[in-house]
């Protein structure tokens, strides 16, 4: 156990996926710090006369970001498949808020309603991305501030980091997609297993396999349920 353990830290796949799991938390921490001294540069708030969204992290820096920065640092085209997790993490942290005391009765409302605008628009293929939309988190914080007003809408990061938004915004989304899996492989084995249960099945014969030779005389229903089993292995793994 060890030793295969062992080979599996070592692989090619795990050193990259360790490099880019390190390289994402080093990332997200220090947007976390900058956030603190850009609470009053939010992204939400409205003015100014700039009509792409500000960015929800950078409030110390005194020029504007290069514009090849901004395109490398762009990963809305790849997470953006996260907003619904991203959305409904959104929801659980603004009743948080409320509970202790952050949000008002007002502000908690307008902020469920905000979102569960946003929600749909995603839902209906209706949300329209702009330029300065970074990742799903801008995107959505900025869409909530033109439902509900900015100042409302900057409280949503109130002792929030990105760090723990994205570990939630995936694990949600991980959740999820498992739940997709497991229906879609439980109507596979079930299939398999109608289609073994059939007379021709269990009377259709056919040559079975060994290190790839042909072997001893196997029912195609047999070899049907053979893969249904190995099926639901893959079912009590996820």
């Known amino acids: 156990a060890r030793a295969t353990s062992r080979a599996i830290s070592q692989s090619p796949v795990a050193s990259m996926l360790s490099q880019h799991l390190a390289l994402h938390m080093l990332r997200a921490s220090r947007l976390a710090r900058l956030r603190s001294t850009a609470m009053s540069k939010r992204a939400l708030a409205s003015g100014g006369g700039d009509d792409k969204p500000k960015k929800l992290w950078g409030g110390a820096f005194g020029v504007a970001t290069d514009p090849m920065m901004e395109v490398f640092n762009n990963s809305l085209p790849f997470d953006k498949k996260l907003w619904a997790a991203d959305v409904c993490g959104s929801q659980a942290y603004a009743k948080a808020l409320e509970r202790c005391g952050q949000l008002d009765a007002t502000q908690a409302a307008d902020m469920a309603r905000g979102l569960s605008l946003t929600r749909a628009e995603w839902a209906a293929g209706a949300f329209e991305e702009v330029d300065g939309d970074e990742d799903i988190h801008t995107a959505n914080e900025r869409r909530l501030g033109e439902h509900i007003g900015g100042d409302t809408a900057g409280r949503l990061h109130t002792g929030r980091s990105r760090n723990d938004q994205v570990a939630t915004d995936l694990r949600l989304w991980l959740r999820a997609e498992v739940y997709g899996l ?57």
């Open 182 to 238: 497991r229906k879609d492989l439980r109507a596979l084995i079930e299939a398999a297993r109608d289609v073994a249960a059939r007379d021709e099945s269990v009377d259709a014969l056919m040559p079975g396999y060994t290190h790839l030779q042909r072997a001893q005389p196997i029912r195609f229903s047999h070899w049907t349920l053979s893969h249904a089993w190995a099926w639901t292995r893959d079912l009590e793994r996820l």
